[in-house]
């Protein structure tokens, strides 16, 4: 069975400093993971995600996540953050299985940049 | 991407009422879902719509309940039949898109629903 956790319900950092927010999975076979931002009011918009290939994965808007199969692990890290960052971010995993195109969430982080 | 359009965009009803919500995206595609992110909560799949097909339903969701229609390859809708105050939520659907980015999910911009 497919789980995900995000450890922490809230992450504060100061604008410009590195910001991380943090996901572990759980997932039979190979792992597709994804990375969503939910500004208020609005969808979940994509930012990236891991399917095979480099371990870094960059996406939109300076983000990128780092795979690391040993520990379970996909964080989203930004090397400075803006005060535009701030937002609901939810880390999802699929397997790789045919017809497995479920997604499972964790239950989002909120992330909040002070300026 | 595709441009996913959700039509309401929020609605508040009355106890034991229906709400049909609808999902136009502007191209075809196979595979559509619709899931549910309750107040405070992550999204949970509520069922798996392919045209041509009946809509598969995870567990804890039931067609009675939540009855999916997907008529063609650009458009689905999602039905909350007799709705409770637990049925208030924001509903969005998504699509998968297996282009340049492969098996990537795409979301509407959700309908946030409040059941009195």
């Known amino acids: 069975a497919q789980s995900v956790a995000q450890p922490e319900d809230q992450v504060n950092v100061a604008e410009g400093n590195p910001l991380t927010v943090k996901c572990t999975y759980s997932?039979?076979?190979?792992?597709?993971l994804f990375w969503y931002v939910q500004y208020p009011n609005r969808g979940l918009q994509f930012l990236l995600k891991?399917?095979?290939?480099?371990?870094l994965v960059k996406g939109s808007y300076g983000f990128e996540a780092e795979f690391n199969k040993s520990q379970t692990s996909f964080h989203l890290k930004k090397p400075s953050a803006l005060v535009s960052d701030s937002a609901l971010y939810f880390c999802?995993?699929?397997?790789?299985?045919?017809?497995?195109?479920?997604?499972?969430f964790g239950t989002g982080t909120r992330l909040t940049v002070i300026p | 991407s595709a441009v996913i359009s959700q039509k309401p965009s929020r609605d508040i009803c009355q106890r034991g009422t229906s709400l049909t919500i609808q999902c136009q995206v502007d191209?075809?595609?196979?595979?559509m879902f619709w899931y549910r992110q309750q107040p405070g909560q992550s999204l949970t799949l509520i069922a798996t719509?392919?045209?041509?097909?009946?809509?598969?339903?995870e567990s804890g969701f039931v067609i009675d309940k939540f009855p999916i229609s997907r008529p063609n390859l650009t458009f689905s809708t999602l039905t909350v039949s007799n709705m409770s105050p637990e049925d208030s939520s924001i509903y969005l659907c998504?699509?998968?898109?297996?282009?340049?980015?492969?098996?990537?999910?795409?979301f509407g911009p959700g309908t946030r629903l409040l059941v009195l």
């Open positions: 999802a995993v699929r397997a790789d299985q045919t017809g497995a195109n479920n997604l499972f």
């Open positions: 997932v039979s076979g190979n792992p597709y």
């Open positions: 998504s699509l998968e898109d297996t282009g340049t980015l492969g098996e990537t999910q795409y």
């Open positions: 719509a392919n045209q041509g097909s009946e809509a598969t339903y």
């Open positions: 891991y399917i095979t290939g480099d371990n």
């Open positions: 191209s075809q595609v196979t595979m």
